[in-house]
């Protein structure tokens, strides 16, 4: 199907209805157009003229579409009120008997239901309304809705199902920009939710493949910014994702903007732009949303263990059946490690490798790194590097350099510890180049201080204030720590530098210039 200019279409329908009024027909084809373009404030005026026009013609089937298609525009901006209004008003003008307007009506209805968070009530709506659809948007629309509704009952191999009939239509070029565009991000949606990257980053490959082929098209809107900047943030494109990242912010609405400020934070925090991080998660945080383990890994690197055990551990009691518990695991996992509590660690590990089935590739290698951390913890170098070499090929399979960075730094680790420089040299080098290329300062550091000696920043600091007599009181009060994090730290110290007095640790630094 030929693809219309669309500049050019709006250009010259805006023009011919600055001379006169367009007819309803014109209209739409305008409100089209103004949507493609992203003058998304003007397509609920066009759509509101047609409908009265059609209504003035005698066309009110025209009418009743025209009014389901201004609904559904309102109900993806969030306007929820005005579209139960609209709803409201083209259910009394279905004549009796049409069943494909009634199944446009049964999904509004469903979509209104959906959008309020009763997937339950809504999802029967749907089913109705696939049964009775006969043109491919309707189709289309309806197994979207269901597809959606299944995700959110928990349902997740049906939702794909229902998600993969739709695409049929959408991919083969017969359905309109709008119905498209959201019919994509529906899709990578559910496979995000679902830790399906590789199927999440195929459909995005091809969602920019068709807005490619769309002239002047604006891509992307609201929550499908966000998903594209999470995409992009997985392969590294860590500028990009920041960009889409703060689009979103500037187009969705309180309520819903809280998932936009989160993949800010987690992009800013991730190039060591803390100060940056920190305000998108209070703003993340003040429109609803929650901010683990995004904020912990923030607190963790500024040193704040205590207060950033105490949000994971909030957050997993919190919700038991939350689909952010492996990343929540993960996390805690490494800030166990961090604070030298490796049962723990153990355990959080363990619990995530139950999250980890065959068919997703990105939790397996999620388990497979924790796996392979705790080893290291507790002193198996030689068992962690089976774990963390799958982990890194999976990393590499799912085109996300930087987890498979931090996966080789672990080996170097593991490398360091077993007495095998030259492979913990290559390992390490190989992590600098991608944190170097990616702009990961943090890491970067953390790259070049394991040289030797393996010790993290916060460790460091500790064995810097324990070399000048400090007790672990006095270092608890300068780094604002409780002293059982600093007596952790103080543990992990002494594993590392396989020392086994602060006498021995001391010396260990001013031999190793450690102490400046």
């Known amino acids: 199907m030929e693809q219309p200019d669309w500049p050019a279409e709006y250009a010259e329908l ?12 014109e209209l739409e084809r305008l409100a089209v157009a103004a949507f493609v373009l992203g003058h998304d404030d003007e397509v609920a005026a066009y759509r509101e003229r047609a409908v009265e026009a059609h209504l003035a013609h005698g066309d009110t089937d025209a009418a009743i579409r025209s009014g389901f298609w ?42 209104l239901k959906m959008n309020s968070g009763d997937a339950a009530a809504a999802l029967p709506l749907f089913e109705q309304s696939q049964r009775w659809a006969t043109e491919p948007d309707a189709m289309v629309l309806a197994a979207l809705g269901r597809g959606n509704c299944l995700s959110m009952l ?14 049929v239509h959408v991919t083969g070029g017969r359905i309109g920009p ?66 889409a990242a703060e689009d979103a912010c500037r187009r969705l609405s309180a309520g819903t903007v809280g998932s936009a400020w989160y993949r800010l934070a987690e992009v800013e925090r991730q190039r060591g732009n803390f100060d940056a991080a920190e305000h998108a998660y209070q703003l993340a945080a003040g429109d ?40 929540l695991l993960a996390a805690r996992v490494e800030l166990a490690i961090e604070c030298a509590d490796r049962e723990t660690a153990r355990k959080a590990a363990a619990e995530l490798n139950e999250f980890a089935p065959a068919e997703s590739p990105y939790l397996q290698a999620l388990a497979a790194y924790s796996e392979g951390a705790v080893r290291i913890a507790c002193g198996d170098p030689q068992g962690a590097i089976p774990p963390l070499r799958r982990a890194w ?20 680790d593991a490398c360091r510890q077993l007495g095998d420089t030259d492979a913990e040299q290559m390992e390490l080098d190989g992590a600098r180049a991608v944190f170097e ?80």
């Open 14 to 25: 805006t023009a011919a209805d600055q001379r006169a009024p367009l007819p309803p027909a």
């Open 70 to 111: 201004l609904g559904f525009h309102l109900q993806q901006r969030g306007d929820l009120s005005r579209a139960a209004g609209w709803q409201a008003r083209i259910t009394r003008l279905v004549p009796e008997g049409n069943v494909e307007l009634a199944g446009r009506l049964a999904m509004g209805e469903a979509a």
């Open 154 to 167: 928990g349902r997740g191999a049906e939702a794909l199902l229902a998600l993969d009939e739709a695409m």
């Open 178 to 243: 709008e119905v498209t565009g959201m019919a994509y991000c529906a899709v990578i949606a559910l496979c995000l939710n679902m830790y399906d990257i590789r199927r999440a980053q195929e459909w995005t490959r091809a969602l920019t493949g068709w807005c490619d082929s769309q002239p002047g098209l604006v891509p992307y809107r609201g929550a499908c910014l966000v998903h594209r900047a999470q995409i992009l943030q997985f392969r590294g494109a860590w500028a990009e994702a920041a960009d």
């Open 288 to 327: 609803g949303m929650d901010v683990q383990p995004g904020l912990a890994r923030l607190r963790a690197a500024q040193g704040r263990f205590d207060v950033a055990i105490a949000g994971l551990e909030r957050a997993l009691a919190e919700n038991p059946f939350s689909p952010n518990r492996p990343m």
């Open 393 to 412: 090929t999976l990393w590499q399979r799912l085109e996300m350099p930087y987890e498979g960075a931090r996966t080789r730094r672990l080996v170097a």
């Open 437 to 516: 290329r990616l702009g990961a300062d943090g890491d970067l550091t953390m790259a070049d201080q394991s040289d030797g000696n393996g010790l993290s920043p916060r460790e460091l600091e500790v064995l810097r204030l324990l070399a000048t007599g400090a007790t672990n009181r006095m270092m608890a009060d300068r780094l604002f720590l409780s002293e059982r994090t600093v007596a952790r730290h103080v543990s992990n110290i002494f594993g590392k530098l396989d020392v086994s007095s602060r006498a021995a640790a001391t010396a260990y630094a001013y031999q190793h210039g450690l102490t400046g």
